[in-house]
C-alpha cells in the first residue's frame, strides 16, 4: 500500500481534480482533445453528481482496457500491462514486480527469519566490493524474495489475517 497525504487523490476523478489545478483546464483540453465541459466532468465526483453530468475519464477507461487485455492476453497481454505500469512507474521513479506467489522454504517462521540473513549479507557484501550493479539489483531481489517468504510463512501461522 502507497502511504499518502490526505490531499492526494485516491481515484482516477480526483486525479482530474488534481490535473485540473496543476495543469490548468485549458492545458488539460489540449492533452485530451476536449472541451474545458468535458474535462470538468471527468473531474467529478459521481456520487455526487447526477448522471449526465459525469463522464467516465480517460484513465479508468485504461484501467478497464488493460483489466481486459489481462483477462483475455493470458501471459502475452499481463507482459503488455507491465510495461504499461513501468512507463508510469519510471515517472516517478519506483518500477514494478510481480507480486509472485510465495512458498517458505523452512518449516516454521523463525527458520525464515535467519534465512534472510545470509542474502543480505551477501548483498552488503557486495555492495562493498563495488559489484557491477546489475549484480547488485539481481541480489536485491533475491532478499525481497526471502522477505516475502518470510512475510508469507507469518501470515500462514496466523491463519492468513
Same mark, same amino acid.
Given at each position: ?5 490526505? $490531499? ?6 480526483? =486525479? =482530474? ?20 465541459? &468535458?474535462? +470538468? %466532468? +471527468?473531474?467529478?465526483?459521481? $456520487? ?13 477507461? @485504461?484501467?478497464?482496457? #488493460?483489466?481486459? /487485455?489481462? %483477462? ?10 507491465? !510495461?504499461? &505500469?513501468?512507463m508510469f512507474a519510471a515517472?516517478?521513479? #519506483?518500477? /514494478? @514486480? *510481480?507480486?509472485?506467489?510465495?512458498? *517458505?522454504? #523452512? ?5 525464515? #527469519?535467519? $534465512?534472510? +540473513?545470509? *542474502? ?5 557484501? @557486495? ?12 541480489? =536485491?531481489?533475491? /532478499? !525481497? ?8 510463512? +507469518? ?7
Amino acid at each position: 500500500m502507497i502511504k499518502v497525504d490526505e $490531499d492526494v487523490p485516491l481515484n482516477t476523478w480526483g =486525479f =482530474f481534480q488534481l490535473s485540473i489545478e496543476l495543469l490548468d483546464i485549458s492545458g488539460l483540453a489540449r492533452i485530451h482533445r476536449k472541451s474545458h465541459d &468535458a474535462i +470538468y %466532468k +471527468y473531474a467529478r465526483n459521481p $456520487d455526487r453528481f447526477p448522471e449526465g453530468e459525469v463522464r467516465q475519464d480517460p484513465l479508468r477507461r @485504461m484501467l478497464i482496457q #488493460c483489466a481486459d /487485455v489481462v %483477462k483475455l492476453g493470458g501471459a502475452r497481454g499481463q507482459a503488455a500491462v507491465r !510495461v504499461v &505500469a513501468a512507463m508510469f512507474a519510471a515517472l516517478v521513479e #519506483c518500477e /514494478v @514486480m *510481480p507480486r509472485e506467489a510465495v512458498r *517458505p522454504d #523452512c518449516a516454521d517462521v523463525p527458520g525464515e #527469519c535467519l $534465512d534472510d +540473513y545470509p *542474502p543480505v549479507v551477501r548483498l552488503h557484501e @557486495m555492495i562493498r566490493e563495488g559489484a557491477p550493479l546489475e549484480a547488485v539489483q539481481d541480489q =536485491f531481489r533475491v /532478499v !525481497v524474495r526471502e522477505l516475502r517468504e518470510t512475510v508469507a510463512a +507469518y501470515t500462514a501461522e496466523r491463519g492468513g489475517q
